[in-house]
T-cell receptor, first 109, second 114 residues
Framework: GQNIDQPTEMTATEGAIVQINCTYQ??????LFWYQQHAGEAPTFLSY??LDGLEEKGRFSSFLSRSKGYSYLLLKELQMKDSASYLC??????????WGAGTKLIIKP | IAGITQAPTSQILAAGRRMTLRCTQD?????MYWYRQDLGLGLRLIHY???????GKGEVPDGYSVSRANTDDFPLTLASAVPSQTSVYFC?????????????FGPGTRLTVL
């Protein structure tokens, strides 16, 4: 079967760095996505990785290793507004997104 | 304003009633999707449409139907609602451009079936 695993909840301190991991087993691979979702709102796109390596976009970076079925999202200089759920998703061989349950990130002052 | 709109924002529905959730996008994206989101679970795909005039079943299609008469609209119908269909429903459209691939989400419809 297809499976996306990520931690349920993480806590970090304002100004610090946090890494959210995601491991996956899917039928085919056509890219890995990270989305941010604030409580009561829709998911919004953060990053897309299709090749191995690190993609940096401001305070957020996303890493992919296809051979290990592994990705992480790195958030630097954490701000209170970064408190949200972070969703990992993989596009399978049918170009459909398979979603993890999300990681709720709590930022403390 | 470009984007995706959904209606209604929320709805309480009696079991057995028929309900259509509306979704409209003005970005001219070909592919559109309906997901449901339940606490503790990832988004699950209900139905999708790769282009106007075509639709396909996702992971959890039972009890739902869709149509795609044109590029902009992608309504989701619950023929006879059941309490297990209580959920938050998101409509999304997909943009692919070069080596980027993004799904844009509507604001969601919170549905409660009693």
């Amino acid at each position: 079967g297809q499976n996306i695993d990520q931690p349920t909840e993480m806590t970090a301190t304002e100004g610090a760095i946090v890494q959210i991991n995601c491991t996956y087993q899917t039928s085919g691979f056509n890219g890995l996505f990270w989305y941010q979702q604030h409580a009561g709102e829709a998911p919004t796109f953060l990053s897309y990785n299709v090749l191995d390596g690190l993609e940096e976009k401001g305070r957020f970076s996303s890493f992919l290793s296809r051979s290990k079925g592994y990705s992480y999202l790195l958030l630097k200089e954490l701000q209170m507004k970064d408190s949200a759920s972070y969703l990992c998703a993989v596009m399978d061989s049918n170009y459909q997104l398979i979603w993890g349950a999300g990681t709720k990130l709590i930022i403390k002052p | 304003i470009a984007g995706i709109t959904q209606a209604p924002t929320s709805q309480i529905l009696a079991a057995g009633r028929r309900m259509t959730l509306r979704c409209t996008q003005d970005m001219r994206h070909n592919a559109m999707y309906w997901y449901r989101q339940d606490l503790g679970l990832g988004l699950r795909l209900i139905h999708y449409s790769n282009t106007a005039g075509t639709t396909g079943k996702g992971e959890v299609p039972d009890g739902y139907s869709v149509s795609r008469a044109n590029t902009d609209d992608f309504p989701l119908t619950l023929a006879s609602a059941v309490p297990s269909q209580t959920s938050v429903y998101f409509c999304a459209s997909r943009k692919t451009s070069g080596h980027t691939d993004t799904q844009y989400f509507g604001p969601g419809t919170r549905l409660t079936v009693l």
